[in-house]
Every structure is written in C-alpha cells, then in structure tokens.
C-alpha cells in the first residue's frame, strides 16, 4: 500500500457510519481521531473509505515490528492451528515456558527470574504490586507524578498522570506516594541540570523519607524508564541509578515498567538497559504480543509467590499470544530492530531540530531511539503549554495521511515502527512540518486553518472541544 492516499477528506462516508454506530455502542475511552481502519500493514494504514496514512502510533506502541508483520502473522497461524487456549496457568505447554526463558534471559541483570504472564500492561503491573507486598510485607509504593501504569485499581493508584484518569474513582488503593518525575523541560522544582545534583530523587531521601514514606514501610518503587503518557519525558543521566540505590539502600525493590518503553522502541529490548539500574522487577505489555494482547512480569525469581493459588488468571501465557511473542523477539533480533531504531531516532531527531529552528512552537524535542515526542508551547520563551495547537496539529496531520497521537498536556508522541521504510519516514515527517507550519501561522494570528468542506467545522470542534484526553493510551 502507498501513503499517504487521501481520496476523501476523512471521516468520509463509510468512516461516519462506523463512528456514529461506535458513539452509540461502545463505551466512551480515549479516541484520538476519527481513524477507521480496515487494514494495516508496515506502517500504513487503510481505512474504510480507501484512503491511506503514514502511521506514527503504532496503535499506541504495540507493532514495534510493524502491522501484521508476515513473521508474526505465519507464527500466529501456526499456533491457531494447533490449539488457541489451555490455560497456562493450571496446565503446561512449551512455547509459554519458551518464551518465559527468553524473557528472564534478556532482562538485565545475573540472579536468576521467572515471568507471570498476564493480558496486559496494566495486569502486568497489577503482578508487580503483588509480588512486592506479598514477598515484602511491605504497604507503601513509591511512584511518579505524570507517570502512567494503567487503569484498574491497584495500578490506577500508581498513575499519576492526569486528574481525570482518578477522579471520581477514590478511594484508591491505598499505599501510594507520589514524588515529581526528572522533568527537566519545566523542572517542578525551578532548577537545571546538572547543577541540581538530581535534587528531585534526593528529596526523596531528604524529605519523604523523613516524614510520610517510613522507609521501612516501602515495598517498591514503580517507575517508567522514559515517562510515556506523561509526555516522552527523558530523564537526565544518572537520575535512574539514583533512584535505584535510594530504593535499595532502603530496602525496597525497584519496579520499571517497560508496558511502552520496552520491546526494542528506544534502540534496546529494555529502555532501563540505558542505564546501570538492575530492576528486581520488570514489566511488559503491548508490543510483545505486536497486537494479540499479552502482559509479562519478569521478575526476580526470589520474590515468587511461592504457593499455590496466590496470584493467577485464566488467559495469561495464551499460547497465540507467546508465539507472536517469540516471532517478535526474532524478529528484533534477526532483522536488527534495535540497531534501526537507534538510526531512524537520530534521523529523525535531526530532522525535529531542523523544524524547532523554525517554529517557535516547537518547545523541545526529545527521546531516546525511536521513542520520541515534540512538546508544543505557545511562547518559547515562557514554555506555556500549548495544547490546543497541539491537538489541531495531530487532527491536521491526520487529514492528511499522517496518524499521530498526543502525549502528555501539549506534546505529540511520535512511535513509528522500528522498520518503517526511511522514505515513508521522511514522507510522514514532511506532513508532520507542514502541520505544525499550519498551526505555527494560525498561532501568529495569522487563521490559515480551514476545515475541508466534507467536514464540517462543528464536527472539527467536535474532536477538539469535547473534553477527551486525545492520544491518552
Ligand atoms: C507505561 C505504561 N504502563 C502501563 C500501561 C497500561 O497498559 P494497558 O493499557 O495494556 O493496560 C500503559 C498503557 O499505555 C503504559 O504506557
């Protein structure tokens, strides 16, 4: 398939007849634009009305190896064909196992590890939360603000990325403390690194341990590598590594969760691999499966459970989705995904920069391999987020073949697949400028912005106004 092909503005009319039987069926979540899709393969996607896109999203981080990859697909086939379902967690078959071994081999670190294979990133990190209070005896969890671990109620209680994603759902569990992140753009604390001598991971030691987190009281501390919801926030070098020995000095474990930062997006299998830090728990989600849902907590293997019937689930290790695990493990591996990812980021970083040197609204670009974000401000000088523009850039970039999603209060997330072709790369960040150029001259005053004739401008305001977190995972 070639992209982008926009033969009707999209929603075209196919599209409409989905999303308003949609608005009538389905429950209200976190739609990012009104994409219909009736078939993605690569990078590119088709929707319902013929029109194709350069896709930048990879459904939220989850096709790293990208849509139905013929690998994956054929290893799919094959297990389809022998059996869908046996639950792994009351009987055994091998290619669960197969991919448990493959798992704790490529985590970091030398001390032995064993996986609980769940459904999803946040089941994956629900797993870690037991695992630590069950091996530790320990209440109390250390977590970040703008960090995001998932939405049922243990994880829930771990994110604290956005009011609307917990109000109205208190109580939480209980047990969560919640410190700023490394967030260096509009560091919390007024400072700059590195003469702040990682201030907000010391604070942790100087001042909550010394009033609401009893370091005797934490069992783990639950961090994102790179923050992805948040907003793709990189934290400076060695701030990880601090936050591992507070953590251990204290004898608590250290939990990364690697749901969208992991499987091969920032140029290693682990974006904790970036650093020195040795998790004694690791979670996965999304792109291990490349679409067929499953969630892996690796694991230390001295905190099992240890006991039957502790902790377990019906449909965690379904032998489907560890097939399309394995073949996407392969798939890094043999076809040098990561040594990709680590190329195309730089490439496509440079090309960012470029664009920031002309628009203003670029307040920064950063990443790591091909993990990477554009937080947009109304003023580069005062940083104001800006995440109206934001939202119209990724809606314009869209209607004209490009799929984006939104991260963060006022930054685009940009998550291609690790072996999207380097044209179709270059072709999606030239829709990419001519968006934000688009945008940048409507936030000079200077109102370009017209909605195409097929939409009309209340449907446009529709996507924009009504209240949605667009891009929210
Ligand atoms: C870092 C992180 N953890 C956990 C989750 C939750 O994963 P899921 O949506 O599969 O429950 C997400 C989802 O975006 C995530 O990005």
């Given at each position: 398939?070639?992209?982008?092909?926009?033969?009707?503005?999209?929603?075209?009319?196919?599209?409409?007849?989905?999303?308003?039987?949609?608005?009538?069926?389905?429950?209200?979540?976190?739609?990012?634009?009104?994409?219909?899709?009736?078939?993605?393969?690569?990078?590119?996607?088709?929707?319902?009305?013929?029109?194709?896109?350069?896709?930048?999203?990879?459904?939220?981080s989850?096709?790293n190896?990208?849509?139905?990859?013929?690998?994956?697909?054929?290893?799919?086939?094959?297990?389809?064909?022998?059996?869908?379902?046996?639950?792994?967690?009351?009987?055994?078959?091998?290619?669960?196992?197969?991919?448990?071994?493959?798992?704790?081999?490529?985590?970091?670190?030398?001390?032995?590890?064993?996986?609980?294979?769940?459904?999803?990133?946040?089941?994956?990190?629900?797993?870690?939360?037991?695992?630590?209070?069950?091996?530790?005896?320990?209440?109390?969890?250390?977590?970040?603000?703008?960090?995001?671990?998932?939405?049922?109620?243990?994880?829930?209680?771990?994110?604290?990325?956005?009011?609307?994603?917990?109000?109205?759902?208190?109580?939480?569990?209980?047990?969560?403390?919640?410190?700023?992140?490394?967030?260096?753009?509009?560091?919390?604390?007024?400072?700059?690194?590195?003469?702040?001598?990682?201030?907000?991971?010391?604070?942790?030691?100087?001042?909550?341990?010394?009033?609401?987190?009893?370091?005797?009281?934490?069992?783990?501390?639950?961090?994102?590598?790179i923050?992805?919801?948040?907003?793709?926030?990189?934290?400076?070098?060695?701030?990880?590594?601090?936050?591992?020995?507070?953590?251990?000095?204290?004898?608590?474990?250290?939990?990364?969760?690697?749901?969208q930062s992991g499987m091969g997006r920032t140029g290693?299998?682990?974006a904790?691999?970036?650093?020195?830090?040795?998790?004694?728990?690791?979670?996965?989600?999304?792109s291990?499966?490349?679409?067929?849902?499953?969630?892996?907590?690796?694991?230390?293997?001295?905190?099992?459970?240890?006991?039957?019937?502790?902790?377990?689930?019906?449909?965690?290790?379904?032998?489907?989705?560890?097939?399309?695990?394995?073949?996407?493990?392969?798939?890094?591996?043999?076809?040098?995904?990561?040594?990709?990812a680590?190329?195309?980021?730089?490439?496509?970083?440079?090309?960012?920069?470029?664009?920031?040197?002309?628009?203003?609204?670029?307040?920064?670009?950063?990443?790591v391999g091909l993990m990477?974000?554009?937080?947009?401000?109304?003023?580069?000088?005062?940083?104001?987020?800006?995440?109206?523009?934001?939202?119209?850039?990724?809606?314009?970039?869209?209607?004209?073949?490009?799929?984006?999603?939104?991260?963060?209060?006022?930054?685009?997330?940009?998550i291609?697949?690790l072996?999207?072709?380097?044209?179709?790369?270059?072709?999606?960040?030239?829709?990419?400028?001519?968006?934000?150029?688009?945008?940048?001259?409507?936030?000079?005053?200077?109102?370009?912005?017209?909605?195409?004739?097929?939409?009309?401008?209340?449907?446009?305001?529709?996507?924009?106004?009504?209240?949605?977190?667009?891009?929210?995972?």
């Amino acid at each position: 398939m070639n992209a982008p092909n926009i033969k009707v503005s999209p929603p075209g009319p196919n599209a409409r007849k989905v999303l308003a039987r949609d608005g009538r069926w389905i429950a209200t979540t976190t739609k990012a634009s009104p994409l219909v899709v009736k078939r993605a393969h690569g990078s590119v996607v088709e929707d319902v009305d013929g029109n194709t896109y350069v896709d930048f999203t990879c459904g939220v981080s989850v096709t790293n190896v990208g849509h139905t990859n013929p690998k994956v697909v054929d290893a799919i086939h094959a297990q389809v064909d022998a059996f869908t379902h046996f639950a792994g967690t009351d009987f055994y078959y091998d290619v669960q196992t197969r991919l448990a071994e493959r798992l704790a081999d490529l985590a970091p670190g030398a001390r032995p590890k064993k996986v609980f294979f769940a459904n999803s990133g946040t089941e994956a990190n629900e797993a870690a939360i037991k695992l630590a209070r069950h091996h530790s005896g320990k209440p109390l969890f250390l977590a970040f603000l703008h960090g995001f671990h998932g939405r049922t109620m243990g994880s829930l209680a771990l994110t604290g990325s956005k009011a609307v994603q917990r109000a109205r759902f208190s109580p939480m569990m209980p047990g969560a403390v919640h410190v700023p992140y490394a967030y260096c753009f509009r560091c919390p604390y007024k400072l700059t690194y590195p003469s702040c001598d990682l201030y907000c991971a010391n604070i942790i030691e100087d001042l909550y341990m010394k009033t609401v987190i009893p370091p005797g009281d934490l069992a783990a501390t639950f961090f994102e590598p790179i923050q992805g919801e948040g907003g793709y926030v990189v934290p400076p070098p060695g701030w990880v590594e601090r936050i591992e020995k507070i953590t251990k000095d204290n004898g608590a474990l250290l939990v990364a969760d690697e749901v969208q930062s992991g499987m091969g997006r920032t140029g290693k299998l682990f974006a904790v691999e970036h650093t020195k830090a040795v998790p004694d728990i690791i979670t996965l989600a999304k792109s291990l499966g490349s679409g067929i849902p499953i969630g892996a907590t690796i694991f230390d293997a001295r905190l099992d459970f240890g006991q039957q019937g502790v902790h377990s689930n019906t449909f965690g290790g379904n032998p489907v989705a560890c097939a399309a695990g394995i073949a996407v493990l392969d798939i890094l591996e043999q076809e040098r995904l990561y040594a990709n990812a680590e190329r195309l980021g730089a490439h496509m970083h440079r090309r960012l920069e470029e664009m920031k040197e002309r628009y203003e609204i670029m307040g920064e670009n950063r990443g790591v391999g091909l993990m990477r974000a554009t937080e947009f401000v109304t003023d580069g000088h005062t940083k104001a987020p800006a995440p109206k523009l934001r939202d119209k850039i990724v809606l314009d970039a869209f209607k004209h073949g490009l799929v984006l999603l939104s991260a963060g209060s006022s930054a685009i997330r940009y998550i291609p697949a690790l072996n999207i072709p380097d044209a179709l790369m270059d072709t999606g960040l030239d829709i990419l400028e001519a968006s934000i150029r688009r945008a940048a001259k409507e936030a000079l005053g200077q109102t370009l912005y017209t909605a195409p004739t097929s939409m009309p401008e209340d449907d446009f305001e529709d996507w924009t106004t009504k209240g949605m977190e667009p891009g929210d995972p």
